[in-house]
């Protein structure tokens, strides 16, 4: 089944500790990125990649880390994560770029205390 | 100001009401066109691509006006089910997915 897996689902942690949440496609896809999802202000970009190798940032990409190492997956780093962290991740896959249809992953729901 | 502006909502509709939502862009050079549904904080799944020409997909119907830069989508007898989020997703520069805050319909029996 072609889809977009992330984990965790759901993740409680301490301000500084750092923290992964992966993100991987299985449809051979060039391009992944990452989002957040806050109430009132929709999905916004954090970053995102063309492909193995390149990668950059979106709109609100403080904080974060990412690579993108092997064309399947692209995980999100938070080296100290702090509580305004606190939000909805969405992982996303194209096939080319951000012209065609995104595939999302299931989302990953962090809370930073 | 926002790149993809949408009306929040939420939109209260009975059954087998038509229901329409518009969504404006800000940049003219914008080239791909979407609206996804998403269900109470589950992933957005595509609905629709919108065509230049518009396009319909059973019950549902969209629309783009490059002129005054939005684009609309016309659901037509209203089902239960159809109650979600609907976000309304533009591309302009091949790198990025602009994302509008998303508007809520509530189909109510």
């Known amino acids: 089944e072609a889809q977009v897996t992330q984990n965790p689902r759901y993740l409680i942690t301490v301000t500084g500790k750092k923290l992964t949440v992966t993100c991987s496609q299985n449809?051979?896809?060039?391009?992944m990125s990452w989002y957040r999802q806050d109430p009132g202000l929709g999905l916004r970009q954090i970053y995102y990649s063309m492909n193995v190798e390149v990668t950059d940032k979106g709109d609100v990409p403080e904080g974060y880390k990412v690579s993108r190492k092997e064309k399947r997956n692209f995980p999100l780093i938070l080296e100290s994560p702090s509580p305004n962290q606190t939000s909805l991740y969405f992982c996303?896959?194209?096939?080319?770029?951000?012209?065609?249809?995104?595939?999302f992953g299931q989302g990953t729901r962090l809370t930073v205390v | 100001r926002k790149e993809v502006e949408q009306d929040p909502g939420p939109f209260n509709v009975p059954e087998g009401a038509t229901v329409a939502f518009n969504c404006t862009y800000s940049?003219?050079?914008?080239?791909?066109f979407f609206w996804y549904r998403q269900d109470c904080r589950k992933e957005p799944k595509l609905l629709m691509s919108?065509?230049?020409s518009g396009n319909e997909d059973g019950r549902f119907t969209a629309q783009l006006n490059r002129a005054s830069q939005y684009i609309s989508l016309l659901i037509r007898d209203s089902k239960l089910s159809d109650s979600a989020t609907y976000l309304c997703?533009?591309?302009?520069?091949?790198?990025?997915?602009?994302f509008g805050s998303g508007t809520k319909l509530n189909v109510k029996p």
């Open positions: 997703v533009v591309n302009y520069n091949f790198n990025k997915f602009y």
């Open positions: 996303a896959s194209s096939p080319h770029g951000a012209d065609t249809e995104a595939f």
């Open positions: 940049n003219s050079a914008s080239q791909s």
């Open positions: 449809m051979n896809h060039e391009y």
């Open positions: 919108v065509y230049s």
